[in-house]
C-alpha cells in the first residue's frame, strides 16, 4: 500500500493489513466515522434523520426499548457530511458501501480506486476517516485473489469450509454430520456446527468445518450440490 498517500492525506489514518478478501471480491476497505449514516441511503437525508430520531423517542416513552448509543449518533449526525457521502453511491458506481452506525464502510478493488474516494472527501471532514485496509504489497494481493487466509503461525487445519446459510432437508443434514464424525481428527467441527446438523430444524446458518484435506469438501458437495458456500486456505505469512 502507498502509506505516503495515506499518511499525507490524514495523520489520524489508521493503516491496517488485509488477511482476506473483502467480500470475495475487494482487497480495501476505507472506514469512515460518519453518526446517523443509515439515513445516506434515503432520498431525504433529513427526514430520515428526523423520523429515526422521533422513532426513538416514541419507544423510549413507551417504555419498551431506548438504545442510548443509537440517539446519541443521530445528535451527532452532520447532515452536510452525510450528503456528500451519498454522492459517492453515483460518482463510484464499482465500489461497495455498507453502513452500519456510526461509522460508513467503502471496498474496492484497488487501491487508485479507494484513494480516489478518499480524496473526493472535503478535508474539512478528512479527519473523519478511521482507517485503511489492503494488501501490503501485490504478492500478497495475488495470494488473497485466491481466497486465502493470511496467518502468522502455521495452522492446525490447512482449509476452513463454510456451509450455506439456507435450508436442507433431515437427511442431507445426517449424512452431512456423520460423514464429518467419521473422519475424526481429519476435521474439526465447532459446536454449534455439531448441533446446527443434528437438531430437528432444516435452517443451518454459521455453520464450518477445518480440514487439511480438500477433498472432504468435494464429498460433501457429492452428498449435496449446494451445501458448501466457500472454502478458504489458510497461508502463513513465514512461508511466503
Given at each position: 500500500?502507498d502509506?505516503?498517500?495515506?499518511?499525507?492525506?490524514?495523520?489520524?489514518?489508521?493503516?491496517?493489513?488485509?488477511?482476506?478478501?473483502?467480500?470475495?471480491?475487494?482487497?480495501?476497505?476505507?472506514?469512515?466515522?460518519?453518526?446517523?449514516?443509515?439515513?445516506?441511503?434515503?432520498?431525504?437525508?433529513?427526514?430520515?434523520?428526523?423520523?429515526?430520531?422521533?422513532?426513538?423517542?416514541?419507544?423510549?416513552?413507551?417504555?419498551s426499548?431506548?438504545?442510548?448509543?443509537?440517539?446519541?449518533?443521530?445528535?451527532?449526525?452532520?447532515?452536510?457530511f452525510?450528503?456528500?457521502?451519498?454522492?459517492?453511491?453515483?460518482?463510484?458506481?464499482?465500489i461497495?458501501?455498507?453502513?452500519?452506525?456510526?461509522?460508513?464502510?467503502?471496498?474496492?478493488?484497488d487501491?487508485?480506486?479507494?484513494?480516489s474516494?478518499?480524496?473526493?472527501i472535503?478535508?474539512d471532514?478528512?479527519?473523519?476517516?478511521?482507517?485503511?485496509?489492503?494488501?501490503?504489497?501485490?504478492?500478497?494481493?495475488?495470494?488473497?485473489?485466491?481466497n486465502?487466509?493470511?496467518v502468522?503461525?502455521?495452522p492446525?487445519?490447512?482449509?476452513?469450509?463454510?456451509?450455506?446459510?439456507?435450508?436442507f432437508?433431515?437427511?442431507?443434514?445426517?449424512?452431512?454430520?456423520?460423514?464429518?464424525?467419521?473422519?475424526?481428527?481429519?476435521?474439526?467441527?465447532?459446536?454449534?456446527?455439531?448441533?446446527?446438523?443434528?437438531?430437528?430444524?432444516?435452517?443451518?446458518w454459521?455453520?464450518y468445518?477445518?480440514?487439511?484435506?480438500?477433498?472432504?469438501?468435494?464429498?460433501?458437495?457429492?452428498?449435496?450440490?449446494?451445501?458448501?458456500?466457500?472454502?478458504s486456505?489458510?497461508?502463513?505469512?513465514?512461508?511466503?
Open positions: 500500500m502509506t505516503l498517500f495515506w499518511k499525507n492525506l490524514s495523520s489520524e489514518i489508521k493503516i491496517q493489513s488485509s488477511t482476506k478478501q473483502f467480500y470475495k471480491q475487494y482487497y480495501y476497505k476505507l472506514e469512515i466515522y460518519a453518526p446517523g449514516c443509515k439515513s445516506i441511503r434515503s432520498d431525504d437525508i433529513k427526514e430520515s434523520l428526523t423520523r429515526r430520531r422521533t422513532h426513538i423517542r416514541e419507544y423510549n416513552h413507551g417504555g426499548w431506548f438504545d442510548k448509543r443509537l440517539s446519541n449518533y443521530l445528535k451527532e449526525a452532520d447532515i452536510g452525510l450528503y456528500s457521502l451519498k454522492t459517492l453511491y453515483y460518482e463510484y458506481p464499482d461497495k458501501i455498507r453502513t452500519e452506525e456510526p461509522k460508513v464502510s467503502i471496498y474496492a478493488t487501491e487508485l480506486m479507494i484513494q474516494v478518499a480524496d473526493s472535503d478535508p471532514y478528512r479527519n473523519k476517516i478511521e482507517s485503511i485496509t489492503g494488501p501490503e504489497n501485490e504478492e500478497l494481493k495475488k495470494i488473497l485473489k485466491n486465502a487466509i493470511l502468522k503461525k502455521p492446525k487445519y490447512r482449509y476452513r469450509v463454510w456451509l450455506k446459510e439456507k435450508q432437508e433431515e437427511p442431507v443434514r445426517q449424512q452431512v454430520l456423520s460423514y464429518l464424525l467419521s473422519l475424526g481428527d481429519l476435521v474439526r467441527m465447532s459446536d454449534h456446527t455439531r448441533e446446527s446438523l443434528n437438531k430437528p430444524y432444516n435452517w443451518i454459521g455453520c468445518f477445518y480440514t487439511n484435506d480438500e477433498g472432504v469438501a468435494t464429498f460433501v458437495r457429492l452428498l449435496h450440490p449446494d451445501l458448501v458456500r466457500e472454502v486456505e489458510f497461508v502463513c505469512l513465514d512461508n511466503k
